[in-house]
């Protein structure tokens, strides 16, 4: 006797899909790629005009280690290496003071958030990720300049730098901290590990390919930014190694400075200053891939 249940079951089939469906799929799909075409052709256009323009400075030795001390304004040679060391140092010092706090303020809004404390701290995350660069530069020099009386100096660029890279860090940390599993956090919290010891040794370690790839990420996007290097620090030709007094050079400074130059000599500057900060901010965004590969691989 069978039943029901030694009936074999009929796997269902699809259903035809109509002719008009299928135009509709691909319009929408002619839609997609023509607005990335669009999109491409600007920043297509904006790379070959900067490499056609600067390729003929950056492919020479001295644009990468000389400065352009005494070197006049309608005359070509020297280089960039004052300008590609101010933009490192001053970014380096920022990353030095946002990091820490940016992980930590993440740390604490995943981590511990509670109450209005942890509400506050996000609505100010928030208004600083929307604070343009100009207004980080105003707040520093009427803070640290005007009213605490200390000299112009690539210091207060880097401290401009750590507004504007502090809400990035904070958010992609955020993220990447919420992307860890509960189970691997009860299971430590089962095992009578405290919660401290649960998130340096368990959550951070999980979640580092992500926030270094972020922090390389907020570094990169702090690199270029002008409005701080015009408002709190000088131009100088050659090599300050001095953070807190005195003008210092840096890639966006330069493009500025050159800019009032109508000598030819000074267009070749800029566009291969130019140039130096794109191939500067595609490396780190390519070192941001390679780490974030690797930890994820040795994980």
């Not at 001295?62 to 400065?67: E, L, R």
Request: net charge positive.
């Amino acid at each position: 006797m069978t039943t029901t249940l030694d009936k074999p079951v009929k796997a269902p089939t699809f259903r035809h899909v109509s002719a008009s469906r299928r135009l509709r799929n691909n319009i929408a799909t002619g839609a997609v790629w023509a607005c990335f075409g669009i999109a491409l052709v600007p920043l297509a256009w904006v790379l070959i005009m900067v490499i056609s323009k600067g390729i003929g400075a950056v492919v020479s030795i001295d644009w990468w280690q000389k400065s352009q001390k005494g070197i006049l304004p309608d005359q070509f040679g020297g280089g960039v290496y004052h300008a590609i060391y101010g933009t490192l140092a001053q970014s380096a010092v920022a990353a030095i003071i946002a990091v820490p706090l940016g992980i930590m303020a993440a740390v604490y809004l995943v981590e511990y958030g509670r109450g209005w404390l942890a509400k506050t701290t996000t609505f100010m995350v928030d208004i600083l990720a929307g604070v343009p660069s100009i207004v980080a530069a105003l707040f520093i020099f009427a803070l640290w300049i005007a009213t605490m009386g200390f000299p112009q100096s690539a210091f207060a660029v880097s401290l401009a730098l750590v507004l504007l890279m502090l809400p990035v860090v904070v958010r992609s940390t955020e993220e990447m901290l919420k992307l860890v599993p509960d189970e691997l956090r009860e299971a430590s919290y089962a095992l009578g590990i405290p919660k401290w010891k649960t998130i340096a040794r368990i959550v951070v370690p999980t979640a580092l390919p992500g926030m270094i790839s972020g922090i390389l990420l907020s570094l990169a996007r702090v690199m270029g930014e002008t409005a701080p290097v015009l408002v709190l620090v000088g131009y100088a030709k050659g090599i300050n190694s001095n953070l807190f007094d005195g003008n210092m050079a840096s890639l966006p400074l330069l493009i500025y400075q050159e800019l009032a130059n109508p000598e030819a000599a000074g267009r070749e500057r800029v566009w291969g200053a130019a140039l130096t900060l794109i191939i500067i901010i595609a490396l780190l965004y390519v070192a941001a891939a390679v780490v974030n590969k690797l930890l994820t691989r040795n994980r």
